[in-house]
């Protein structure tokens, strides 16, 4: 069956899903976390992407970024999984690949569209049940967004610096999002658009990436896995 192409562009919001192959472990203690977190935050740097929102999930990632040069978010993350995955199959005696092929990416616009795809992101550790409430789960943003807790890896977006104009202001509109998990259309929009590497937006944005990037951007619902 023929891959999806990923599209992207320069200056667009791109929301990032990998998993472990076989939906297998790709982290198994904390150690594994806090490195994964630590090259993540290298190799940001080096490749100008600035990530607005995550989570590490026992066997998969989600990453909200966006890169400021061509291919910048394909490098970091080839060069991420360049030094995790040697660690990991070292440490864990293991071989093999860890993935689950490429990442899945998918472009997002702005306004309520980015703010869905953060409270996705971060509500990921609920909806599968590990913690009752975001806050309780440390490998995520939800804590630097929603409480000012400093992070290496976090660069706010202007959507969300948008939300207040003090910081305790932002903290607390942040925190007001989350008073119910992002579900219905919404939920099935934001997986259908991961699922097929397209964009996740109003039906001009979409059209404008299309435009832009030379790829169809509509996409036919199908049986995404949960979280």
């Not at 990442?103 to 550790?125: C, G, H, Q, W």
């Not at 049940?129 to 943003?141: A, L, T």
Request: contains cysteine; positive net charge.
């Amino acid at each position: 069956m023929p891959r999806h192409k990923r599209s992207t562009l320069p200056g667009i919001p791109q929301h990032v899903v990998q998993r472990g192959n076989n939906k297998g472990p790709c982290f198994l203690d904390e150690q594994d976390f806090a490195l994964y977190a630590r090259w993540l935050a290298e190799y940001k740097t080096e490749f100008q992407v600035d990530i607005h929102a995550w989570v590490f999930m026992t066997n998969h990632v989600h990453i909200l970024c966006t890169s400021h040069i061509h291919k910048g978010v394909s490098k970091m993350m080839q060069a991420l999984g360049r030094k995790y995955v040697p660690y990991f199959n070292k440490k864990h005696q293991r071989t093999g690949t860890l993935w689950e092929g490429r990442f899945k990416s998918s472009m997002v616009d702005t306004d309520e569209y980015l703010l869905a795809a953060y409270r996705y992101i971060e509500l990921n550790p609920v909806r599968a049940r590990m913690v009752h409430q975001p806050n309780e789960y440390h490998w995520s943003s939800f804590r630097a967004n929603a409480y000012g807790s400093r992070s290496s890896l976090r660069t706010p977006h202007k959507v969300y610096l948008d939300l207040g104009d003090t910081e305790e202001e932002r903290l607390r509109a942040y925190r007001s999002l989350f008073a119910k998990d992002v579900e219905g259309e919404v939920l099935a929009q934001i997986r259908e658009a991961i699922q097929s590497n397209k964009a996740f937006g109003s039906d001009a944005f979409k059209k404008r990436m299309e435009l832009a990037t030379g790829q169809p951007q509509e996409h036919k619902r199908k049986k995404e896995p949960a979280h």
